[in-house]
């Protein structure tokens, strides 16, 4: 089945740590996304990639990082500058034509 | 700039009543809209959208809403609430520029109960 797998689904970071999230969608899709929900806030837009090899900040980018080698790929990296990581981070997608986005199940992050 | 203002960020109802989640917008285009759901710990769903023509859009579920222009506002209804209705329900915009660059804002959300 098509769709978007985030792994893990939960994490835990020590002080000071860099923490790797991953996303990795088959459907082919050209655009991802990256969000931070916290209880009662929505979600934030943290990083936005729309084709391989190019990605933009999105609102509250700062102490994350992201890449794009792959179309089907795009990890996002929450580093030691991240000061209140624990969040719900969701990985989004769509094509370049439709407007919905497609979901994963997302990652509870947490500090120890 | 875009915002979407969710009035309420919890709603109780009785099994069988009208679910109603109210969702305002600010857009300084022709927005488009869409309610999106999320059951614990998953991501979001799409329920609905309003994109162009028909301001009443029917989503899945039973779930509808209704563009008004006028009124900045895009509110979610359902006739009769089941008990599986019960979850976290975003409204979001976007100023789809038509060119395949957009960017969704996420209300707060408003979390439904459903008392049997």
């Known amino acids: 089945d098509g769709g978007i797998t985030q792994s893990p689904k939960y994490l835990f970071r020590k002080e000071g740590q860099n923490v790797t999230l991953s996303c990795e969608q088959n459907l082919n899709h050209d655009a991802m996304y990256w969000y931070r929900q916290d209880p009662g806030q929505g979600l934030r837009l943290i990083y936005y990639?729309?084709?391989?090899?190019?990605?933009q900040k999105g609102d509250i980018a700062e102490g994350y990082s992201v890449s794009r080698e792959k179309k089907e790929s795009f990890p996002l990296t929450v580093t030691s500058a991240q000061k209140n990581p624990t969040a719900f981070y969701l990985c989004?997608?769509?094509?370049?034509?439709?407007?919905?986005?497609?979901f994963g199940s997302g990652t509870q992050l947490s500090v120890l | 700039a875009q915002s979407v203002t969710q009035l309420g960020s919890h709603v109780s109802v009785s099994e069988g009543a009208l679910v109603l989640l109210r969702c305002n917008y600010s857009s300084s285009v022709p927005p488009y809209l869409f309610w999106y759901v999320q059951y614990p710990n998953q991501g979001l769903q799409l329920l609905l959208k309003?994109?162009?023509?028909?301001?009443l859009v029917k989503g899945i579920n039973g779930f509808e809403a209704e563009f008004k222009k006028s009124e900045t506002s895009f509110h979610l209804t359902k006739p009769s609430a089941h008990m599986s209705d019960a979850a976290e329900y975003f409204c979001?915009?976007?100023?789809?520029?038509?060119?395949?660059?957009?960017?969704?804002?996420f209300g707060k959300g408003t979390k439904l109960s459903v008392i049997p």
């Open positions: 309003y994109t162009t023509g028909a301001t």
């Open positions: 989004a997608s769509r094509t370049a034509t439709n407007e919905k986005l497609f």
């Open positions: 979001a915009v976007t100023d789809y520029s038509g060119a395949g660059s957009y960017q969704l804002t």
């Open positions: 990639s729309q084709i391989v090899n190019d990605f």
